[in-house]
T-cell receptor, first 114, second 111 residues
Framework: ETGVTQTPRHLVMGMTNKKSLKCEQH?????MYWYKQSAKKPLELMFV???????ENNSVPSRFSPECPNSSHLFLHLHTLQPEDSALYLC?????????????FGPGTRLTVT | GENVEQHPSTLSVQEGDSAVIKCTYS??????FPWYKQELGKRPQLIID?????GEKKDQRIAVTLNKTAKHFSLHITETQPEDSAVYFC??????????FGSGTQLTVLP
């Protein structure tokens, strides 16, 4: 699959579990993003990385921990989540951040916290 | 920060009719206005975008118009087809160097 890929596509976890979401982009982009998409709400930007450096953390609880080892990979580490964290988590990438460009989205990970 | 409002939240039209979705924004320095389409169970995909130096852009049955003075922009879909049924999101980008999304419009095209 080309473009932006995400694994796993579906994840069910208990509140005491630790899991990680993975995103990979094959577009040669330098900026990557994590979004949370809940029903009937706007896409919520969580984290932004530009050239592997975190540039934004939109008041996200510490139970979400991002990691960006290189410009092609982005992880979201999850621990001690709450049921209200159940949502679709979307990864996106764009050419860079200095100029706002189109963002390309991955298919998302549907997360259910029980 | 940027505040984006999108209306309506739901829209039903008869096949062949036109559909219009409108977004307003707050930051006058914003300069990039994309529209994304998200079909059920799929990822959001860009369908059209416009930058602040242009007032209108068309791509076949889809057009976007921008009124910078009034700080609003609209998506126009003509000759709607059932496959146009989806959730449409507007977004605004600019000084914050990130996109702020509207809350989405569920468009249903009735056959």
């Amino acid at each position: 699959e080309t473009g932006v890929t995400q694994t796993p596509r579906h994840l069910v976890m208990g509140m005491t579990n630790k899991k990680s979401l993975k995103c990979e982009q094959h577009l040669g982009h330098n900026a990557m993003y994590w979004y949370k998409q809940s029903a009937k709400k706007p896409l919520e930007l969580m984290f932004v990385y530009n050239f592997k450096e975190q540039t934004e953390n939109n008041s996200v609880p510490s139970r979400f921990s991002p990691e960006c080892p290189n410009s092609s990979h982005l992880f979201l580490h999850l621990h001690t989540l709450q049921p209200e964290d159940s949502a679709l988590y979307l990864c996106a990438s764009s050419q860079e951040m200095d100029t706002v460009y189109e963002q390309y989205f991955g298919p998302g990970t549907r997360l259910t916290v029980t | 920060g940027e505040n984006v409002e999108q209306h309506p939240s739901t829209l039903s039209v008869q096949e062949g009719d036109s559909a219009v979705i409108k977004c307003t924004y707050s930051d006058s320095a914003s300069n990039y206005f994309p529209w994304y389409k998200q079909e059920l169970g799929k990822r959001p995909q860009l369908i059209i975008d416009i930058r602040s130096n242009v007032g209108e852009k068309k791509d076949q049955r889809i057009a976007v118009t921008l009124n910078k003075t009034a700080k609003h922009f609209s998506l126009h879909i003509t000759e709607t087809q059932p496959e146009d049924s989806a959730v449409y999101f507007c977004a605004v980008g600019g000084s914050a160097r990130q996109l702020t999304f509207g809350s989405g419009t569920q468009l249903t095209v009735l056959p």
